[in-house]
């Protein structure tokens, strides 16, 4: 995998790309409460509400991922006229997805799941939903409106099809016979065993179970096995490409020309809701943006991974993914640089979005020795994610004097980033990191030495503030000193 290739892509070009999505928008509705006593009504037990969540489902999970990746993201489906619309509206209008294509249908429900949760264990699902193929006016219009965009010009097309009426055979064929014209490529998000609607578009997602369903046997999940099915389906259906996801064993590409299997990176799996949905948007975002195909799969796999460590349905953002990827370059010894502040500020707001608890700490860390060590794995321990500030050069020269510091700023930032305990890094010029903590708003706020937690910069824009002792016995100026001192004594 080119890593510079997608840190290019995920830094510069991703926020140009114009995206559709057509398919089967979903509202996905979550009533969380305590179950204490069966009612007296009848013999069922009682939940206590005291949580309502909502998230995008189905293809509005597609467009969410889309969104949070930076696309420009436009989103076709059927809804009804009911209070469930306007609130998946509210929420796709409130990522910056354009829902002009979504035609409310008299007679129909907006796709609805409601979950009824007792502590962790889900108790009921409620399904708001009337399915059929679409009226021929229907398809008409969302013809219309697809064209008007690729007349403005399109980068890529998602179908996302669960089957619920929208992804007709008829109107499948209609939308890659048109895509293929404008040259614009279509990737495909199935459901059910028969893909003759299908036929000719660019990549087909299946997971493992879909594509078995599909080839009409089971098949081990071994490369070669995934190989000969998916091989045998690109050929029945004339599909450029297809691309398995294999849970555990990660994602096979299969094309023409060209077969890539690609290890899961996941180290966590807590939730795999919505991980097809995020494959399938970072996938066709990759392809769009010219990567080349090793690097698209990699990408889509690395999104995959992030999302499946993550409880319910969640999008992945772009800032994560940059991570990730700058990560990898810093493995590889590719040429590494720190998180620009605005990423950092952006990941910070990702992760606190998710109940992800985010700690801060800064400093200059020229010479990184054992006890700075010790300290950040220290912070690390009070939340999920540990964001370092960095002095620059020009600041620790200011703080430290002329000969200071002895280490290149991004040099001590790739060192730093390169310890377990660090989940970014970014770099500050100015005298103290208030304006960064002002920015970032972390949960945890940590200093070291023996400041009380009021004396602390930055102090009224964290959720708490903590005090870690420094480790007794190292510091950069006592290496920099008996460094001197051998030297001095021609023991050097």
């Known amino acids: ?90 929420m796709l209008a409130d990522i910056g997805v354009d829902y002009s294509g979504l035609l409310k249908i008299r007679g129909r429900s ?32 969302l013809n219309a409106w697809l064209a008007a965009l690729l007349d403005k010009g399109l980068d890529g097309i998602i179908i996302s099809d669960y089957a619920k009426g929208v992804c007709s055979a008829d109107f499948c064929q209609k939308v890659i016979t048109t895509a293929n014209a404008y040259n614009v490529p279509v990737l ?11 036929k000719s578009c660019d990549f087909i997602t299946p997971n493992l179970k879909e594509m078995c369903e599909a080839a009409g046997r089971a098949v081990a999940n071994d490369d070669q096995a995934v ?54 948007a970072t996938l066709l975002a990759a392809i769009a943006g010219k990567l080349p195909l090793e690097d698209a799969i990699s990408l889509a796999n690395k999104a995959a991974g992030i999302v499946v460590s993550k409880v319910g349905t969640y999008p992945v953002h ?18 590494y640089r720190p998180l620009s502040r605005v990423e ?18 800064n400093g200059c860390f020229d010479l990184l020795h054992v006890g700075h060590v010790t300290y950040l794995e220290k912070a690390a321990q009070l939340g999920k994610h540990l964001i370092v500030g960095l002095n620059s050069d020009a600041s620790v020269t200011k703080l430290k004097g002329a000969n200071r510091p002895l280490v290149h700023e991004n040099d001590r ?38 400041y009380k937690p009021e004396e602390v910069v930055g ?14 016995g190292y510091s950069t100026t006592t290496i920099v000193e008996r460094i001197a001192k051998l030297a001095k004594e021609g023991k050097l």
């Open 1 to 90: 995998m080119h890593n510079s290739f997608c840190a290019q892509f995920l830094t510069e070009k991703i926020q140009n790309l114009k995206i559709a999505v057509i398919g089967d928008v979903m509202l996905d509705r979550y009533f969380y409460g305590e179950v204490t006593r069966i009612s007296p009504e009848a013999p069922v037990p009682v939940n206590r509400v005291q949580r309502i969540t909502s998230v995008l489902g189905g293809a509005a999970n597609v467009a969410a991922n889309l969104a949070n990746l930076d696309c420009q993201v436009f989103i076709g489906g059927v809804t009804g006229q009911d209070d469930n619309c306007r609130h998946l509206e509210k």
């Open 318 to 335: 772009r800032e994560e993914l940059l991570k990730e990827i700058l990560a990898a370059e810093r493995k590889v010894g590719s040429a």
């Open 344 to 361: 950092a500020v952006s990941l910070a707001k990702t992760w606190r979005a998710a109940g992800e608890k985010v700690v801060f700490t």
């Open 188 to 198: 495909v998000d199935p459901k059910g065993a028969i893909w003759d609607k299908y």
């Open 227 to 280: 190989q000969e099915v998916a091989d045998a389906a690109r050929q029945k259906y004339g599909i450029k490409n297809v691309v398995v996801t294999r849970s555990e064993k990660g994602m096979s590409l299969v094309g023409r020309d060209r077969i890539i299997h690609e290890p899961a990176t996941a180290i966590d799996v807590f939730d795999v809701s919505g991980a097809g949905d995020t494959v399938a």
């Open 413 to 450: 930032a790739r060192v730093l980033a390169a310890l377990g305990c660090v989940d970014a890094v970014v770099l500050f010029s100015e005298a103290t990191p208030a304006e960064l903590i002002f920015e970032l708003k972390p949960d945890v706020l940590v200093k070291g030495g023996d």
């Open 459 to 472: 102090r009224e824009n964290a959720g708490e503030v903590k005090i870690i002792d420094f480790e007794e």
């Open 110 to 141: 907006t796709i609805t799941k409601l979950r009824i949760v007792g502590a962790t264990q889900q108790m009921l699902r409620l399904d708001f939903e009337e399915v059929g193929d679409l009226e021929p006016a229907e398809t008409v219009t």
